[in-house]
């Protein structure tokens, strides 16, 4: 799976002159004979060709100064413009959001071990900037996408001195890598739902199942069908980790389905051949709310949308920041913009209370 950073067209939606979306790519569909697996494959290639659009919103943020990323340009193998104020506001918050979440993790118990799962992982540099700005931390980090993508990502690193010296040996396949810090694994994630003798769950190398482990799906798992995801976090949490281990997920997803931006967004997006099935199943905040807890995080299920997270968990110095690099006046539509998309959190303690204790101070609205 990839990450989508596709928006409606708000000069469409909202009759104004202001605003404005991505433009749409890679239109393919399925002809009308076409067999239901040919219609999966080429729904499938559209989920992986949204990485590059991610790829270059990052590219946009950080040569703007919204984002400190020396990596990101090194992963966008397409040509990069100059996205709007609005949508790298969007990137700007949605990327930090993340960021205070995984480093509130990292710097509990700072000597203990801790696991990272990135599904859907793409051209993600996460795992670089955290190795920079954490060298002596013990973490093993996982990343799990499409052979495609990961086998693009294995020979950008290899291309890449920045980025290769930073890893302790050539990737041993072309598709996959494995070490004892960080590890791609070429894998349909829906191959982790599969508990059958004739499919069973395929090995993820390295993958230790006591540590406390955080899963990350920053626009992933919404591309797929809710009983899907369901059996994934499932498998995840009892067949690849143990039950006693501490656990937790960070979701970056749409809400609000049925309003005129909500509705523009799924069409814009189904122009595509992409489809957010876990949007029209969990569209409000109290849905994403109940949809962790119904995964198993009983200790705790959060969810804000990304609006409140920009007034809320932003200092107003940082805020003060990111309002001098470029001029904005499209307010009403970046607040439409934000309300539109969430982080939801959950955690179980096991026999750790790691979670509870970083994510303890986090600001939120409540249930």
């Known amino acids: 799976m990839a990450s989508n950073n596709e928006i409606p067209n708000l000069k469409t939606l909202l009759g104004t002159r202001r605003g404005g979306g991505l433009r749409e790519r890679g239109r393919g569909r399925g002809g009308l004979g076409s067999s239901p697996e040919a219609a999966e494959q080429i729904r499938d290639d559209a989920v992986k060709g949204t990485d590059q659009d991610a790829a270059g919103s990052r590219v946009s943020c950080v040569e703007l100064g919204y984002l400190h990323d020396p990596y990101a340009k090194l992963f966008a193998t397409q040509p990069t413009t100059r996205r709007l104020p609005l949508l790298n506001r969007g990137t700007y918050v949605r990327t930090t959001a993340i960021d205070e979440l995984v480093t509130k993790f990292l710097l509990t118990d700072p000597s203990s071990a801790k696991q990272i799962i990135s599904l859907g992982a793409g051209t993600d540099t996460r795992f670089f900037r955290l190795l920079d700005l954490y060298p002596n931390t013990r973490l093993v980090y996982h ?45 349909d994630l829906r191959s982790l739902a599969s508990s059958s003798d004739d499919a069973p769950r395929p090995k993820i190398p390295n993958l230790d199942p006591t540590l406390p482990t955080l899963i990350l799906s920053e626009m992933c798992l919404v591309y797929l069908q809710p009983l899907t995801v369901q059996k994934i976090v499932s498998s995840l949490l009892t067949h690849y980790l143990r039950l006693t281990s501490p656990a937790s997920i960070i979701l970056y997803e749409p809400i609000l389905p049925l309003d005129a931006f909500g509705r523009t967004m799924i069409s814009n997006l189904r ?96 249930g």
């Open 143 to 187: 990343e799990i996408d499409f052979p495609t993508n990961t086998v693009a990502k294995i020979t950008c690193i290899q291309k890449q001195p920045l980025l290769y010296r930073k890893l302790l040996h050539i990737p041993t396949t072309s598709t996959s890598y494995h070490s004892d810090t960080y590890n791609m694994h070429a894998l």
């Open 271 to 366: 122009s595509r051949n992409i489809h957010l099935h876990t949007l029209t199943a969990y569209p409000e905040l109290g849905d994403q709310r109940v949809r962790l807890k119904g995964y198993g995080f009983d200790e705790a299920a959060k969810a804000e949308d990304t609006s409140y997270i920009w007034r809320k968990w932003i200092s107003e110095e940082e805020k003060e920041r990111v309002g001098s690099l470029e001029f904005l006046d499209e307010f009403e539509e970046l607040e439409l913009l934000l309300r539109h998309y969430c982080i939801a959190w959950g955690w179980r303690n096991g026999d750790s209370d790691v979670f509870s204790k970083a994510w303890a101070n986090v600001p939120e609205q409540g």
